[in-house]
């Protein structure tokens, strides 16, 4: 290992105005390579499936505008404005097309979108009407999985609008042999099928699909090659000039062949980077081990005297940038739960190796120094840390959480080697690891994990329990009986493990069903040939091609929960100061403070309703009066004074989140009712399901949707994020919090946890705030928690943003497993960050 040079690199002068030209606009919608692949499709409709593929991916890589922008190191783009984004008509459309004219002015991530793009897309829509992944996984979902998805038990829209993500593809490999070796690997599994073989049709397609997809990436690259030739030719500036032809002699090099130098290395790695998302809209491709792949060519070349250590990172800082001029335009609903534009690229540092030695390296602190330089969302960068984990390397991550931008996130090896371990993946593969997309731990390039396949809200069961399987009078759950019959805790608590073990059952449904229809209408063989073991099965990843094959929805609400059952535990069935039929009706009244958006909306349609029959005409204005007097409610003073009463028993009581044993355990035991059942699931791919534990941003979207908690939440306000306690309820400072935390069983949610904590900047000033906030880390893994990430910066600051957005346009914050500037958030997500505990040492 190289000694790391202390002296920190200074920016170079180029990083700012690539990003100012990065942020000068909107991001647009752009439908260049939805007009290209119908028309392919129309083409070879007669064709496998697999091979249609391959053939769009093709003429998208011939066809599909190129552009290098100035001041660029490192070329390529999918879109030709900056930050733009392609569609894909091929997992869903409809969404879009009802969005035309609202997407621009939307509250979470707005993009424009021309006049001209809005009837090329009009026109290429017409064909996929029933051809759709999203069309198919709802013919394959039964009636009582579409009902709970309506509301709101839990949403699947990740993969049933999108393409497949969530995975780290053999970007080493590439490096080495280039495509033309990925290309003779293929040909070679070819040869080797026979004729006669019960499966050659099928495998023998894929593998021609694999070569013809190759070759496609390799011609895009000439194309940026010849490209940047003919720029050079034209470009009076001769820095300028000579930047051009050295691009242009990478792009004629890598990926074709494998990468001869480090700025090779980073060409090649971001061609990579980018073909994924070309050719399918997934999102989470998550860069991984960079520091460890890319390496090798940095050693050499330093070495050699080949490269200065200024000027490699220079190339990683304009990576840095290129990672966050990739973008995908999300439905409304979802881009409220993803919000900050962000693509969930997560790039890791640290760790160990195969036999378990630590691997921190020159690179690892480049790494750092790289999102210190762009003070940009991507790549949502993390470190592993275990016990051989150098301080130093510790202490230059703390120095970046200082900055206030939210990273890195750090995760722990010590827990996350062996629950993977625990699913079946080798020692050394585990060892190995590296994260996905916000949290998600798998082994790179040889995982499928169909991480954030589901949010599951664990809220919305007990919602039942209390309405016996009811919701705005429809039975979507299971008759676990009247709640005024209910004579113990344990046969309220047995009734919601019931309904939770129901909808996680149609949760799977779900996922299955979309899982089954990607496999069928949009395999992805550019995908397939850098994951093992596609090539040698002669299947793509949709169709289970990965030696590991996993599923992981995450449950969210633990803290809610544990704090809502705890109080109904000790106020109705220990105290006794109410009953549950009374605490039924506190939640349905919102603890008399008005009701909840969506139970009003349903009540003034059902009393317009009635008027209407009785033979009176209802028109917009008299409707409108008829919801403001319904989402005031018809709470009595008296019975409003009661419910500030039992708000105040709530308030007593402890909470999850202040180091109580008893609490922390029982919230144990809640996680159980989410993460144990889900274990019992296989997917169609061959592999098991697995356990997540944290929301991305929807706990403030599907909050949105929930009626009051027994905890003292009231209806439509934000769920807990993560699995850290409700915003407000920890009081007894970070370390209470963590030991809380830590308490959960986090080996069995191997699909990750998310634990978020907010601390004001003087907790991490000074030397003595860096070691002391270092200190508290380690503290955490060694009790067994899994991951913690940070913003470091005032509610005051936050406040103020908020008001005066223009004035922090370059303000970063962590928002759940990812970072993005905070004024493009939502105001409910903003104001979810804002009120989150803030803490100090």
Not at 292 to 300: G, I, S, V
């Amino acid at each position: 290992m190289l000694k790391y040079n202390e002296s920190e690199i200074e920016k170079s002068s180029r990083i700012p105005k690539l990003i100012e030209h990065l942020y000068a606009k909107l991001p647009e919608i752009e439908a260049d390579r939805a007009i290209i692949l119908t028309r392919i499709y129309k083409e070879t409709e007669s064709e496998p499936i697999i091979i249609r593929r391959a053939k769009a991916f093709l003429a998208i890589c011939e066809e599909l505008p190129i552009t290098i922008r100035p001041d660029e190191l490192i070329v390529g783009s999918n879109s030709k404005a900056a930050r733009g984004c392609q569609v894909f008509p091929e997992y869903s459309y409809e969404w879009l097309e009802q969005e035309f004219d609202t997407v621009e002015t939307r509250s979470a991530d707005p993009f424009y979108i021309s006049e001209e793009t809005k009837q090329d897309l009009h026109e290429v829509y017409r064909y996929w009407k029933g051809k759709t992944t999203s069309e198919l996984a709802t013919s394959y979902m039964e009636k009582e999985t579409l009902m709970a998805i309506e509301h709101n038990i839990f949403t699947t829209g990740n993969y049933f609008y999108n393409g497949i993500g969530h995975l780290t593809v053999q970007y080493e490999k590439v490096l080495a042999i280039g495509y033309r070796g990925i290309i003779a690997e293929a040909q070679e599994a070819l040869n080797k099928l026979h004729v006669g073989d019960g499966d050659y049709g099928k495998r023998a397609r894929f593998l021609e699909a694999v070569i013809m997809s190759c070759k496609a990436a390799i011609k895009y690259a000439q194309r940026y090659a010849q490209l940047a030739i003919d720029m050079a030719q034209e470009c009076p500036d001769k820095t300028r000039k000579r930047e051009l032809i050295t691009i242009a002699q990478n792009c004629a090099n890598v990926p074709e062949y494998g990468a001869t130098s480090f700025y090779e290395a980073c060409q090649s790695f971001w061609f990579v980077q980018l073909l994924l998302q070309v050719e399918s809209s997934g999102h989470s491709i998550s860069p991984g081990r960079f520091d460890q792949y890319m390496y090798p060519f940095y050693k050499k070349d330093i070495e050699e005297g080949k490269i200065t250590r200024e000027f490699a990172q220079e190339l990683m800082d304009c990576i840095w940038v290129k990672l966050n001029d990739l973008n995908k335009v999300r439905d409304a609903g979802s881009a409220e739960g993803f919000a900050g534009y962000s693509l969930f690229q997560n790039l890791i540092a640290g760790g160990q190796d195969e036999e378990g030695n630590d691997v921190t390296n020159d690179l690892s602190f480049m790494c750092i120094e790289a999102s210190m330089h762009v003070n940009l969302p991507a790549p949502s960068l993390s470190v592993r840390v275990w016990n051989g984990t150098p301080d130093e390397f510790m202490i230059k991550a703390a120095t970046l959480t200082r900055t206030g931008i939210g990273l890195p996130a750090y995760y722990n090896d010590e827990v996350i080697i062996p629950a993977l371990v625990n699913r079946g993946v080798s020692l050394k593969d585990a060892r190995t690891y590296n994260i996905i997309g916000c949290v998600e731990p798998q082994k790179a390039g040889k995982t499928d994990g169909w991480h954030d396949a589901a949010f599951f809200n664990m809220l919305r069961p007990l919602e039942m329990v209390f309405f016996n399987g009811y919701d705005n009078g429809e039975k979507i759950g299971l008759q676990t009986g009247d709640v005024a019959e209910m004579k113990t805790f344990e046969e309220f608590y047995t009734a919601y493990k019931e309904q939770m073990k129901y909808f996680i059952g149609l949760m799977v449904n779900a996922d299955n069903a979309i899982d089954l229809a990607h496999a069928q209408r949009c395999p992805l063989p550019f995908q397939s040939s850098m994951v093992e073991d596609c090539i040698r099965r002669g299947k793509s990843l949709q169709e289970g091609g990965a030696i590991y094959n996993f599923t992981g929805p995450q449950g969210f609400g633990i803290a809610n929960m544990t704090d809502s059952l705890w109080a109904i535990k000790k106020l109705v069935f220990e105290e006794k100061k109410l009953t549950l039929t009374e605490f039924k009706k506190a939640i349905e009244d919102n603890f008399g403070k008005g009701m909840p958006k969506d139970k009003a909306a349903f009540i003034t349609e059902k009393v317009a309703e009635e008027l209407i029959k009785a033979g009176q005409n209802v028109n917009e204005e008299q409707i409108a009066d008829i919801y403001k007097m319904v989402i005031a409610g018809n709470v009595s003073e008296e019975a409003k004074k009661k419910y500030d009463t039992l708000l105040a028993w709530i308030e007593e009581l402890p909470k999850y989140g202040n180091d109580v044993e008893e609490v922390d355990l029982f919230a144990r035991d809640v996680a159980y009712t989410y993460t144990k059942p889900l274990e019992n699931y296989k997917n169609p791919r061959g592999g098991q399901y697995q356990a997540g534990l944290y929301p991305v941003s929807a706990n403030v979207p599907l909050g949105a949707q929930t009626g009051a908690t027994p905890d003292g939440r009231l209806a439509n306000t934000p769920i807990a994020d993560g699995v850290g306690p409700a915003a407000g309820r920890d009081v007894k400072g970070p370390t209470a919090a963590a030991n809380s935390v830590a308490k959960l069983d986090h080996f069995i949610a191997s699909n990750g946890t998310l634990f978020n904590q907010k601390f004001h900047p003087s907790a991490l000033s000074g030397t003595k705030g860096l070691q002391n906030f270092v200190s508290f880390i380690r503290a955490f893994f060694d009790e067994k928690g899994m991951h913690m990430q940070f913003n470091v910066v005032s509610r005051e600051t936050l406040l103020d943003a908020q008001a005066h957005p223009e004035n922090y346009k370059n303000l970063v914050v962590r928002v759940a497993g990812y970072s993005a500037l905070f004024t493009t958030l939502s105001r409910s997500l903003q104001d979810d960050i804002i009120n989150r505990t803030t803490q100090g040492f």
